[in-house]
């Protein structure tokens, strides 16, 4: 396991509770509105912390932080994170995941070891335009669909997020991807904000206008939508 990113304490991050955020490198989307895209296209280049630098503090912070996110990147690249999931949790922590879904079989397996105290899944435009916006010509929907159905079994606190751009998303798509997610009870749409390290410069965020219609689209299918980032 890599990590090359470390936020030591966060309240966003983890709904409800305080927690550290750990960053993997390297990702198998090309969305072009990634934020870390020196992670995804160069993580090499980010300097890699070492393990005994994460447990130190880990252990140092323990009955202080109630968590630890797992971010990245696409953290379900990592060959060996179920080993170094089961050695954070032996510390008592929870563990959160940030994952993009496009690797179902390693998600199953991590929720089938009850490994997983929470899992945020993005879910990058409508099933039409899904390819578009993640980067990847060819992608498989069927992976998509299959860990968004092992989530909603799952029993695991979960949620769905969708990052909305001017340039990428249409009222429309957040219809689709209302209906496609119909039913439950944690959905956020998140608006796009420049880092200024974007994969595709140039992108921008939607209007209050749009994003109030992006709202109102994904209502009648999960009332409980709601915003972040405004």
Same mark, same amino acid.
Not at 41 to 46: D, G, I, R
């Given at each position: 396991? /890599?990590?090359?990113? %470390?936020?030591? +304490?966060?309240? =966003?991050? @983890?709904?409800? #509770?305080?927690?550290?955020?750990?960053?993997?490198?390297?990702?198998?989307?090309?969305?072009?509105?990634?934020?870390?895209?020196?992670?995804?296209?160069?993580?090499?280049?980010?300097?890699?912390?070492?393990?005994?630098?994460?447990?130190?503090?880990?252990?140092?912070?323990?009955?202080?932080?109630?968590?630890?996110?797992?971010?990245?990147?696409?953290?379900?690249?990592?060959?060996? /994170?179920?080993?170094? %999931?089961?050695? +954070?949790?032996? =510390?008592? @922590?929870?563990? #959160?995941?940030?994952?993009?879904?496009?690797?179902?079989?390693?998600?199953?397996?991590?929720?089938?070891?009850?490994?997983?105290?929470?899992?945020?899944?993005?879910?990058?435009?409508?099933?039409?335009?899904?390819?578009?916006?993640?980067?990847?010509?060819?992608?498989?929907?069927?992976?998509?669909?299959?860990?968004?159905?092992?989530?909603?079994?799952?029993?695991?606190?979960?949620?769905?997020?969708?990052?909305?751009?001017?340039?990428?998303?249409?009222?429309?798509?957040?219809?689709?991807?209302?209906?496609?997610?119909?039913?439950?009870?944690?959905?956020?749409?998140?608006?796009?904000?420049?880092?200024?390290?974007?994969?595709?410069?140039?992108?921008?965020?939607?209007?209050?206008?749009?994003?109030?219609?992006?709202?109102?689209?994904?209502?009648?299918?999960?009332?409980?939508?709601?915003?972040?980032?405004?």
């Amino acid at each position: 396991m /890599i990590i090359r990113g %470390i936020q030591k +304490v966060t309240l =966003l991050d @983890y709904p409800g #509770k305080v927690a550290c955020t750990l960053f993997t490198g390297g990702c198998n989307f090309r969305c072009p509105f990634c934020q870390n895209s020196e992670l995804v296209l160069c993580p090499k280049a980010v300097d890699e912390i070492p393990m005994s630098d994460i447990f130190a503090y880990l252990n140092k912070r323990k009955g202080l932080l109630d968590g630890v996110c797992i971010t990245g990147g696409e953290p379900l690249l990592e060959g060996d /994170i179920e080993a170094f %999931i089961r050695e +954070v949790r032996s =510390l008592g @922590y929870l563990i #959160k995941l940030d994952t993009n879904g496009y690797l179902p079989d390693k998600l199953e397996h991590l929720i089938s070891c009850k490994l997983l105290d929470y899992v945020a899944m993005d879910i990058k435009s409508c099933r039409e335009n899904y390819a578009l916006v993640a980067g990847l010509p060819g992608l498989d929907i069927s992976r998509i669909e299959k860990s968004i159905e092992l989530l909603k079994k799952s029993g695991i606190p979960h949620e769905f997020r969708t990052t909305v751009v001017h340039e990428l998303h249409t009222a429309e798509d957040m219809r689709k991807i209302g209906l496609w997610l119909a039913g439950e009870e944690r959905y956020y749409i998140q608006k796009f904000a420049d880092s200024g390290e974007i994969l595709c410069p140039g992108l921008s965020a939607p209007t209050d206008e749009e994003l109030a219609s992006f709202l109102e689209a994904v209502k009648p299918y999960i009332p409980s939508v709601s915003l972040r980032g405004v």
